[in-house]
């Protein structure tokens, strides 16, 4: 169900930006490359799912999603790593995840990956 509200955001969004532009195909020529962060999408298959149905009956009905997940991020303020951490090492549902560091072992805030990191849109 997450991944059905985000879909509904990001196809408003694309709908609304090719309505500004008019003449921008959609169909199979428009391709959609989206970044999330990994806290936003619980399941990709079921991100890929609900853009297809979200997606019938508009411009985009037949074009491509090309997904890309970020992963989470820790910047550790006891001793300075900042990087991604491993899938599954945060609860996308936890509001505040902190992590454990994987140089020094404090726990640290999370960073990134709550939501759409960019949306590009390009035709062939």
Known sequence: MHEYSLMQNVIATILEEMQ???GCPGGP???VDLKVGALAVHSEEA???AYEVLAK???LE???LH???LPVALA???CGFEGPLPPETVDPHDLSPLAQCPRCGAAAPVTG???VESIELSWD
């Open 47 to 49: 991100t890929r799912q």
């Open 29 to 31: 020529a428009l391709t």
């Open 67 to 69: 997904l890309t997940v």
């Open 20 to 22: 500004k532009s008019e």
């Open 113 to 115: 990956s709550r939501g």
């Open 76 to 78: 550790c303020p006891q």
């Open 62 to 64: 037949n074009s491509r």
């Open 57 to 59: 009956g508009t411009p």
